[in-house]
């Protein structure tokens, strides 16, 4: 499908991709196939597919899979998909960040820049095999960056911690339709065991989410700003260092004597009031 393939078919869909939503829809082929073999699918694979769009994607998907899944917002472009390629795959409609996701080994996404963030949390906390996404090429950047650069992020620390993460290649904006403002790239994603252990996870990631939500701020006021509250003289680490500085491991280290001052603090508290 080329551009003016892509625009025929928007008219005659009575298709208005909408900004708000991230709506770019690819018009290259060869970027698709590109996508497939990076995921290395097999026949007998469950795959998923968020966004599905016009359907390039997901037409090249039920070639190779028996067993495809798509999740689309969109009514008009859901309606489009189903009438596209009837039981040649699953369709849920509805909100991709709301609605409970099938059992799948590989992920493979043109994902709504609209959306990318919450949708790669929830990849992360599900199980599965491989991802291949396309996002923002600025997006990407930061799913990769490394401490003390301007891209590295909560969503940084996040990915590392769970996965092994890489660009394949860059996407430029003319391969979409309409033209989005900014190129993309396609990401690998990988689940792995996490580098490094933490005593408590919902502590560690309060901590990088405080960190890097006030990443101007000192770790301590950080923390504080979110309610989490370090007394004088505790033994924390960095708290006197901004976020952006500080390595996953060094994080982990962080959140270990935070978690330690809190169950402290907790049991004295617990102590006083019987």
């Given at each position: 499908m080329n551009r003016n393939e892509t625009s025929r078919l928007i008219e005659r869909r009575n298709i208005r991709p909408k900004k708000s939503k991230g709506q770019n829809f690819l018009i290259d082929d060869r970027v698709a196939l590109r996508q497939i073999g990076f995921a290395s699918l097999k026949p007998d694979e469950k795959v998923l597919e968020i966004g599905p769009g016009l359907g390039m994607l997901t037409e090249k998907l039920a070639d190779v899979c028996g067993d495809v899944t798509v999740i689309e917002l969109d009514e008009k472009l859901?309606?489009?998909?189903?009438?596209?390629?009837?039981?040649?795959?699953?369709?849920?409609?509805?909100?991709?960040?709301?609605v409970q996701w099938p059992e799948f080994g590989k992920f493979v996404s043109n994902l709504p820049y609209s959306i990318s963030t919450p949708v790669i949390?929830?990849?992360?906390?599900?199980?599965?095999?491989?991802?291949?996404?396309?996002?923002?090429?600025?997006?990407?950047?930061?799913?990769?960056?490394?401490?003390?650069?301007?891209d590295y992020s909560r969503l940084t620390v996040?990915?590392?911690?769970?996965?092994?993460?890489?660009?394949l290649e860059n996407v430029p904006a003319s391969r979409f339709k309409p033209r989005p403002k900014v190129d993309s790239a396609i990401v690998e994603i990988v689940p792995r065991p996490a580098p490094f252990t933490v005593k408590d996870e919902s502590t560690f990631f309060d901590v990088v989410n405080a960190g890097?939500?006030?990443?101007?701020?000192?770790?301590?006021?950080?923390?504080?700003?979110?309610?989490?509250?370090?007394?004088?003289?505790?033994?924390?680490?960095?708290?006197?260092?901004?976020?952006?500085?500080?390595?996953?491991?060094?994080?982990?280290?962080?959140?270990d004597a935070v978690y330690d001052v809190l169950v402290t603090m907790k049991d004295i508290t617990d102590d006083t009031y019987p």
């Amino acid at each position: 499908m080329n551009r003016n393939e892509t625009s025929r078919l928007i008219e005659r869909r009575n298709i208005r991709p909408k900004k708000s939503k991230g709506q770019n829809f690819l018009i290259d082929d060869r970027v698709a196939l590109r996508q497939i073999g990076f995921a290395s699918l097999k026949p007998d694979e469950k795959v998923l597919e968020i966004g599905p769009g016009l359907g390039m994607l997901t037409e090249k998907l039920a070639d190779v899979c028996g067993d495809v899944t798509v999740i689309e917002l969109d009514e008009k472009l859901a309606d489009h998909i189903e009438s596209e390629f009837g039981d040649r795959i699953k369709l849920i409609r509805g909100d991709a960040l709301d609605v409970q996701w099938p059992e799948f080994g590989k992920f493979v996404s043109n994902l709504p820049y609209s959306i990318s963030t919450p949708v790669i949390f929830k990849l992360l906390a599900h199980g599965f095999e491989k991802a291949v996404v396309m996002v923002q090429k600025e997006f990407a950047e930061r799913m990769v960056a490394g401490r003390g650069e301007v891209d590295y992020s909560r969503l940084t620390v996040n990915v590392y911690y769970r996965a092994e993460c890489r660009i394949l290649e860059n996407v430029p904006a003319s391969r979409f339709k309409p033209r989005p403002k900014v190129d993309s790239a396609i990401v690998e994603i990988v689940p792995r065991p996490a580098p490094f252990t933490v005593k408590d996870e919902s502590t560690f990631f309060d901590v990088v989410n405080a960190g890097f939500l006030h990443r101007r701020k000192k770790i301590r006021s950080a923390l504080r700003t979110e309610g989490i509250v370090i007394p004088e003289g505790a033994d924390v680490p960095f708290l006197d260092d901004r976020m952006e500085i500080l390595s996953p491991e060094d994080i982990g280290v962080l959140a270990d004597a935070v978690y330690d001052v809190l169950v402290t603090m907790k049991d004295i508290t617990d102590d006083t009031y019987p």
